[in-house]
């Protein structure tokens, strides 16, 4: 798992990262991206995401030549982008498992404090959309995902860099019987992650038209 993706999933933690590969072809799945617990993250629907963070980037980048930068920097955005997608639903159903649950007020109180860390709202969704490749529209699903994980850990009795708490995350995926379409890679049952597929042929070709190995 690289380390900008860790950082995004749990902030300042410091996380551990294999067998029980498993991916789906397009034959079996038509147009999906991912499937998680027989439901599909179509394509689409990825690429949406993926093209959320590229307009926001654009936005606040608007010389050609810096925006090519960030490009080149994030040119992993739509595997990393897949990887927090599906994360999101095996952390959820590891919470739902052990009895927690995300309110809203959970979720203003963490934004408030990290507003105030940051400078105001609109310097949090600059540093969260720099950082981590979430778009500011996203900003509050992925603080949801963040006060989830933390409960979950503290359920657990454990934190969220030790072994207890990816057991469970564990737990939850092969319940779900994850599977991604081997363009993007291919799931680490054991420690909830996404790993590359060994097939150096196959390519992917970004929203921004830029191609880089899958």
């Known amino acids: ?11 300042t933690a410091v996380i ?26 179509t394509v689409s629907q990825l690429e949406n995401r993926v093209n959320e963070v ?13 925006y090519q930068q960030v490009l080149a920097s994030t040119s992993s955005l739509t595997r990393d ?19 927690v649950s995300v309110t809203r007020a959970d979720v203003e109180q963490m934004r408030s404090g990290l ?10 969704q600059t540093a ?23 409960k979950l850990a503290d359920v657990l009795g454990t934190d969220t860099s030790q072994p207890a708490f990816w057991k469970a995350l564990a737990s939850a995926s092969k319940e779900l019987h994850v599977e991604l379409n081997p363009r993007y890679g291919a799931w680490d049952v054991q420690k909830s992650s996404r790993v590359d597929a060994r097939t150096p042929w196959v390519r992917e070709v970004t929203s921004a038209g830029t191609q880089v190995s899958a």
């Not at 590229?54 to 810096?66: G, I, L, M």
Request: aromatic letters at 4%; charged letters at 20%; glycine letters at 8%.
């Open 81 to 99: 982008t897949l990887y927090n997608m599906v994360l999101d639903q095996v952390l959820h159903r590891a919470a739902r498992t052990a009895g």
């Open 54 to 66: 590229r307009r926001a980037q654009r936005a606040a980048v608007p010389d050609q030549t810096q």
């Open 1 to 11: 798992m690289h380390r900008r993706r860790r950082t995004a999933l749990l902030l």
């Open 115 to 124: 507003e105030q860390q940051a400078g105001g709202s609109a310097a949090l």
């Open 128 to 150: 969260w959309l720099q950082k981590y490749g979430i778009a500011p529209s996203r900003l509050d699903d992925n603080l949801r995902f963040q006060v989830e994980a933390k």
């Open 16 to 41: 551990a990262a294999a067998p029980f590969l498993t991916a789906c072809g397009s034959d079996a799945h038509p147009g999906a991206a991912a499937v998680v617990g027989g439901q599909r993250i």
